[in-house]
Antibody, heavy 121, light 109 residues
Framework: QITLKESGPTLVKPTQTLTLTCTFS??????????VGWIRQPPGKALEWLAL???????HYTPSLKSRFTITKDTSNNQVVLTMTNMDPVDTATYYC?????????????WGHGTLVTVSS | SYVLTQPPSVSVAPGKTARISCGGN??????VNWYQQKPGQAPVLVIY???DRPSGIPARFSGSNSGNTATLTISRVEAGDEADYYC????????????FGTGTKVTVL
């Protein structure tokens, strides 16, 4: 059974760096084809894909935000970490991590419950 | 960047058919996935690769994709189908950009 869970701060100040961790079980990020992605959703708004890392260390970021992102994986601890620099109130959103079973065509078949991050001074 | 446009809302009576469009430039050349999201919950994959259903998703959900429009069809709509629906593609020509649509609120009358 595949499960994912997001963790990190619920409140960050503007200009600070946000670090989110996705801890997963039921699959390995050493298995060919597998990836883990991050998606966010501002309150009342649409989903926005942010970043994705695959078993082979291939990674992608959404172009408009890529200068602020770093995505890494820790296969020993079954975790994927997303770091976002220079946080702004517009980054207030629920952040989800999700499992992607096939490379390179991506769909997300298992999602975490999400974690709400508020950016405010 | 690649843009996917959906109607903001669709209303349908129970037992009828709902069709949700997803417009994008030559979207027919890409694989389209669809997600259902109920209030306060994470999205759930309902269609992948245009018209494949994950296990546990009823056959009432189907998809099609051609030209500049992909469509999610929900047959014999039930009250439990009321939710937001999002289309999503992978644009391999844009460094693997993954894109979600603008979302459609389906209301069951």
């Amino acid at each position: 059974q595949i499960t994912l869970k997001e963790s990190g701060p619920t409140l960050v100040k503007p200009t600070q760096t946000l670090t989110l961790t996705c801890t997963f079980s039921g699959f390995s990020l050493t298995t060919a084809g597998v990836g883990v992605g991050w998606i966010r959703q501002p309150p009342g708004k649409a989903l926005e894909w942010l970043a994705l890392i695959y078993w082979n260390d291939d990674y992608h970021y959404t172009p408009s935000l890529k200068s602020r992102f770093t995505i890494t994986k820790d296969t020993s601890n079954n975790q994927v970490v997303l770091t976002m620099t220079n946080m702004d109130p517009v980054d207030t959103a629920t952040y989800y991590c999700a499992h992607s079973p096939e490379y390179p065509t991506t769909y997300f078949d298992y999602w975490g419950h999400g974690t709400l991050v508020t950016v405010s001074s | 960047s690649y843009v996917l446009t959906q109607p903001p809302s669709v209303s349908v009576a129970p037992g009828k058919t709902a069709r949700i469009s997803c417009g994008g430039n030559n979207i027919g050349t890409k694989s389209v996935n669809w997600y259902q999201q109920k209030p306060g919950q994470a999205p759930v994959l309902v269609i992948y690769y245009d018209n494949d259903r994950p296990s546990g998703i009823p056959a009432r959900f189907s998809g099609s994709n051609s030209g500049n429009t992909a469509t999610l069809t929900i047959s014999r709509v039930e009250a439990g189908d009321e939710a937001d629906y999002y289309c999503q593609v992978c644009d391999s020509r844009s460094d693997g950009l993954r894109v979600f649509g603008t979302g459609t609120k389906v209301t069951v009358l």
